[in-house]
Every structure is written in C-alpha cells, then in structure tokens.
C-alpha cells in the first residue's frame, strides 16, 4: 500500500514564517444568505435595519468571515497537506467589520511546533490566521492548533 505525498508535513512548518493565501471579495447577496441561515441579525439579513445600525450598512456576520478564512486555509494549504485536524481555537477576533465589496486578504503564520511526545508520527502548529481588508486594515484574526502528521521516511 503506498501512502499519498502531500505538499505540507508537520516539519515544513517553520515558526515565523507566512503562507499567502489569496483574496476573496465578499458580496452583499452572500453576507445576506450566509446570515439568513446562520445568523440572522438585522444588520447581517436587513438593509434598512442595517443603515439605521452602529454599521451604516449590511456587514458580514464574524462567522461567515471565519468561515471565508477557512476556506482559504483549506485551499491554500490544508487540502494538500498531512492535517489529521484540530483540538480548536484559542482564540477569534473581530477587529473591524467586512462589509459588501470587501475584499479580503488572508495570511496564515506559524507561532509555534511541538512534536508530539505520545505519538512521534505527528506534531502540533500553532498558527494565526490574519485578514486584512483592500484598505490594508486587519478584519479578524485566528489563533489555532492544528494537527499534522511527520513526513514518512524515505
């Protein structure tokens, strides 16, 4: 049986160092959709309710940027990578908020590596996800675990 080669393993990640993960701009249809089903605030969900808000306007719900960022962890690195998952979340930011035509840049830095001491095929990365908007001002930030296998010996 022969295993499959990825691109990421637990030693390519080097504390310090930052994986460009692209753009996205977000719509107002897909803030309004996104909120509907999971977070139906008037300022996510309703235009007049939203313009008479603290937020002059429609703005993403912080789940719905979280999940953009993941989405983009995944396809920029995880989806090609030995990720076994992870424990969670230290901690999630909602510095400004996403707005229709945002467009959003996401970065992911390593913190910190830890092999494991129990179980010497993998390791933990602590990592930090950041996003800034076209204005170069941070939206939201991350702090998390993940777990990612050693590579195999040749």
């Known amino acids: 049986m022969t ?9 390519d990640f080097i504390p310090g160092s930052v994986i460009p993960l692209g753009q996205r701009t977000v719509t107002e249809e897909e803030i ?5 089903q999971f977070d139906p605030q008037s300022f996510h969900v309703d235009k ?22 993941m989405r983009m962890v995944v396809d920029g ?9 992870s424990p969670g979340v230290d901690e999630v930011r909602w510095i400004l908020p996403v707005r229709p035509g945002d467009t959003l840049t996401v970065s992911a830095e390593t913190v910190s590596v830890k092999s494991s001491t129990s179980k010497p095929d993998r390791g933990v990365v602590n990592t930090v996800w950041k996003a800034v908007n076209q204005d170069g001002q941070l939206v939201c930030t991350i702090n998390g675990m993940g777990m990612f296998g050693r590579r195999p010996q040749a």
């Open 77 to 85: 690195f995880i989806a090609d990578s030995s990720s076994m998952g």
């Open 3 to 11: 295993s499959k080669q990825f691109t990421w393993y637990f030693e």
């Open 48 to 69: 007049d309710a939203a313009k008479a808000s603290i937020f002059g306007g429609v703005i993403a719900s912080g789940w719905h940027t979280c999940s953009m960022i």
């Open 32 to 36: 309004i959709h996104f909120a509907q």
